[in-house]
C-alpha cells in the first residue's frame, strides 16, 4: 500500500486538463480576428500536463513549441501590441526565421508544490530535459529561467499562472548528423523526467522541415517578453 501511494501518476497523453488560471489575464489585440488566429495557433504547438502523488497534485506544467509558423504568429502579435514599424517587424521575422533552422525551441512554465524542486536551470537539477523524435533524442544546448510568470508573459502564454517559473530551452536541430525532424517524422516529444515525475508533451510537426521556410506576408503578432 505504501509504495501503491508513492506512485506518481501523470495526466495521460492528449487529455490532460488545462491548468486553473490564477493571476489577472494577459492583454489582447483589438482586432477580433487576429486575437482568434494566434489563439488557434498557439493550441496546436502547446500541451499541458500535471503530476499527482496518489491524489495530490505536485506539478502543473505546460510547453510551447516554438515552430517557425508560431514564431512568425507571435512575433507579429508583439508587433501589435508594441505598434512596430514594418521594417522593425520585417527584421524581427527575419531573426526568428533564421533561429527556427538552428535551434528547435520550447517555452514552457511549471508550477511545482515544493519549489525546492523548481530547478531546471540549475547544474544539479533533478530534471532531466529532451527532445525525442523517430531521428533520435537530443538534450538542451541552453536553458533559461526567465521568470515568475505575469501579465505580459500571458499575453503571449495565457496559461501561465502567478505562481509558474517560466523557462526556454534550445535544442539542437540535428542527432547523430541528421535532421531531427525527418521525412517520416509526425510529431516532436519533449520529456521531463525526474523523481518527481515524468512528463511527456507531443507537438506535431510536418517532415522534412530542415529546408528553410518561405517567405512570411506581412501583417502584426510577437516574441516572448524575455527577448
Known amino acids: 500500500m505504501r509504495l501503491a501511494a508513492l506512485l ?14 490564477i493571476g489577472e489575464p494577459g492583454a489582447q489585440v483589438p482586432d477580433r480576428q487576429a486575437e482568434a488566429s494566434y489563439q488557434a495557433a498557439l493550441s496546436r504547438v502547446t500541451e ?34 508594441q505598434t512596430w514599424p514594418e521594417p522593425k517587424l520585417n527584421d524581427a521575422l527575419a531573426r526568428e526565421r533564421a533561429e527556427a533552422a538552428q535551434v528547435h525551441e520550447v517555452v514552457f512554465g511549471v508550477s511545482i508544490v515544493d ?9 544539479s537539477s533533478i530534471w532531466r530535459l529532451s527532445l525525442a523524435s523517430d531521428q533520435g533524442e537530443v538534450t538542451p544546448l541552453s536553458l533559461k529561467r526567465v ?27 540535428s ?10 517524422t509526425q510529431a516532436l516529444v519533449f520529456r521531463m523526467s525526474s523523481t518527481q515525475g515524468q512528463v511527456e ?6 517532415g522534412a522541415t530542415a529546408s528553410p521556410p518561405p517567405a512570411l506576408p506581412r501583417t502584426a503578432s510577437g516574441p516572448p517578453p524575455s527577448r
Open 8 to 21: 506518481l501518476a501523470v495526466g495521460a497523453v492528449g487529455c490532460a486538463a488545462v491548468p486553473p488560471a
Open 48 to 81: 499541458h500536463r500535471e503530476v499527482y502523488t496518489g491524489i495530490d497534485t505536485q506539478l502543473f506544467t505546460a510547453a510551447t513549441y516554438q515552430s517557425p509558423d508560431f514564431r512568425e504568429a507571435r512575433t507579429r502579435r508583439q508587433a501589435m501590441f
Open 115 to 123: 519549489r525546492r524542486f523548481d530547478d531546471f536551470d540549475s547544474k
Open 147 to 173: 521568470g515568475r510568470a505575469n501579465q505580459d508573459i500571458r499575453a503571449y502564454y495565457p496559461y501561465m499562472g502567478d505562481f509558474w517559473t517560466v523557462y526556454r530551452v534550445r535544442f539542437p536541430t
Open 175 to 184: 542527432v547523430n548528423g541528421r535532421p531531427l525532424i525527418g521525412p517520416s
Open 201 to 206: 508533451m507531443k507537438f506535431p510537426v510536418s
